[in-house]
């Protein structure tokens, strides 16, 4: 572990324009979107922005006295916990969906998943909740666990049908003690109703305005 000697209360954190990394700190800036003044600033070792939100809204409640009705932020701010957090507070959170199907790809990517064999190209029967692979082969439900803001449920096929199956390193290469695996998420009622908002063009219209507030404020 490398510890600055002239700032050892830094964290190592990745540099955005190197992509290398240095010892830094997590600076956090409150806008205000109607002045374009920044009204609270939070200096953190904390490398995640997710976790400094409530942070943020804290200082700027010792600043100014009140928290604000709203809270524009941008993905690296939205999580269920900070939509609860924010709700408990009375502030509408407004933010960016998540591209959960290129995290999805880019895992399956990453596994040595052939596009011909990725999640979209399997079949749910919603009746019998089950899927089926490309191949005809059956993957059942087996399991399901609580995540952040949603419910996970994990179906997988048996591993003698994948492992006498031509097409297997196309479809589940690294998996050596059991079959391909599948998993289908459900949102919480909390994070459902920030996707519907967020799908809105009323609300997308108002996340374009978050660049020019975020970009270009002044000390206020």
């Known amino acids: 572990m490398q510890v600055s000697v002239t700032e050892p209360e830094a964290r190592v954190m990745k540099q955005p324009g190197s992509g290398g990394f240095a010892p830094s700190y997590n600076l956090q800036l409150a806008t205000d979107a109607k002045e374009k003044v920044i009204v609270g600033a939070a200096l953190s070792d904390c490398g995640a922005d997710t976790r400094l939100l409530e942070t943020v809204i804290e200082e700027v409640q010792r600043v100014c006295g009140e928290t604000p009705a709203q809270v524009l932020v941008d993905g690296g701010y939205v999580s269920a916990d900070n939509?609860?957090?924010?709700?408990k507070r009375g502030i509408e959170l407004v933010g960016p969906l998540p591209d959960v199907a290129s995290?999805?790809?880019?895992?399956?990517?990453?596994?040595?998943?052939?596009?011909?064999?990725r999640k979209e190209a399997f079949s749910y029967d919603a009746h019998d909740d089950t899927y089926r692979c490309p191949e005809g082969q059956l993957l059942v439900h087996i399991k399901q666990r609580e995540r952040e803001g949603r419910i996970e449920h994990e179906y997988r096929a048996k591993r003698s049908d994948c492992a006498g199956c031509a097409h297997q390193m196309e479809c589940c290469p690294t998996a050596k003690t059991c079959g391909r695996t599948l998993v289908r998420s459900e949102a919480s009622p909390l994070v459902q109703m920030f996707r519907d908002k967020m799908q809105t063009e009323a609300y997308r219209q108002l996340y374009r305005k978050r660049s020019e507030v975020a970009e270009f404020p002044t000390p206020g």
């Open 83 to 87: 939509m609860a957090k924010m709700q």
């Open 103 to 117: 995290m999805v790809n880019k895992q399956a990517q990453l596994r040595g998943v052939s596009e011909a064999y």
